[in-house]
């Protein structure tokens, strides 16, 4: 069973900088499709960041691009989503999740979520 635990969420002025952090268990991580979510009160989950098992693929939300980077270490199992540029518009409950797939689209492990607010 993968397990994913998020950390490094906070509140930021806008144009500042976060860097979440994901750490998985239960499974190496480089055969893993990793992702970032977010989710705001009322709306549905919404698709920020993915890269693909091998890390050759990005995917991101036109409005997170040039602004936000997925990354992974596959030593630590860890996967990360800088932000940058924060704004406003950015705050939400991010998401860590992963595809046992290896893809950038059908994720099926998910963790608790880290709020990320940015304050104007």
């Known amino acids: 069973q993968v397990q994913l635990v998020e950390s490094g969420g906070g509140l930021v002025q806008a144009g500042g900088s976060l860097r979440l952090s994901c750490a998985v268990s239960?499974?190496?991580?480089?055969?893993?499709?990793m992702g970032w979510f977010r989710q705001t009160p009322g709306k549905e989950r919404e698709f920020v960041a993915g890269?693909?098992?091998?890390?050759?693929?990005?995917l991101y939300t036109d409005s997170v691009k040039g602004r936000f980077t997925i990354s992974r270490d596959n030593a630590k199992n860890t996967a990360y989503l800088q932000l940058n540029s924060l704004k406003p518009e950015d705050t939400a409950v991010y998401y860590c999740?992963?595809?046992?797939?290896?893809?950038?689209?059908?994720?099926?492990?998910w963790g608790q979520g880290t709020q990320v607010t940015v304050s104007s």
């Open positions: 239960g499974r190496r991580l480089s055969t893993l499709g």
């Open positions: 890269k693909s098992w091998s890390g050759a693929s990005s």
């Open positions: 999740a992963a595809a046992s797939s290896g893809t950038t689209n059908d994720y099926n492990f």
